[in-house]
């Protein structure tokens, strides 16, 4: 494997996303994730989700955000909410890619960023799992990155929606492990 190269992706572990799940459990793990990473030179990028303000971007019929105006402007990109969480904060040589929907490649410049590096493994972690995890895991599989979910960096706010998600559908397409055992395969 040593003619891989690896990234981990950190994805919206933003603000105002973090509580909707239990943030604690799952910031704990991707807290873990990327230590570990920064420690073995993986690379590592956050992704977020965010607008422009008028939210130019959304279409009234999109089912995902469509009536996100709702929010006034929680979900533009200088907002508070949009901003990854203090405890995950990137370092200067880390982006940190907003998307506009919710795959972390739709919207984005996330695989031009990743092909840059040579990358083709990544390894996932999100919230929320049922989202952008899922979201991203079909995207990558078809653009044929080599796939790990830590399946404890991972949340969502149907408990149901993750375990079957993480025990049945995921691995399909990636090997779905925890934060402490890819650590200890590193």
Known sequence: MSDTRTVLLIM?????????????????????????????????????????????????????????????????QDHPATQIHPALQARPDEPVITKRRVSAFSGSDLDVLLRGTGADSLVLAGVSTGGVVLSTVRQAADLDYRLTVLADACADADPEVHRVLTEKVFPRQAVVTTTDEWIRAL
Request: charged content about 20%; aromatic content about 10%.
């Open 12 to 76: 919206d572990f933003q603000n105002g996303i973090l509580g909707r799940v239990d943030g604690d459990t799952v910031l704990a793990a991707a807290r873990r994730a990327v230590g570990a990473a920064r420690d073995n030179d993986i690379p590592v990028m956050f992704v977020r989700v965010a607008f422009r303000p008028g939210y130019p971007e959304v279409a009234g019929a999109n089912p995902t955000f469509g009536r996100i105006h709702q929010f006034g402007d929680a979900m533009t």
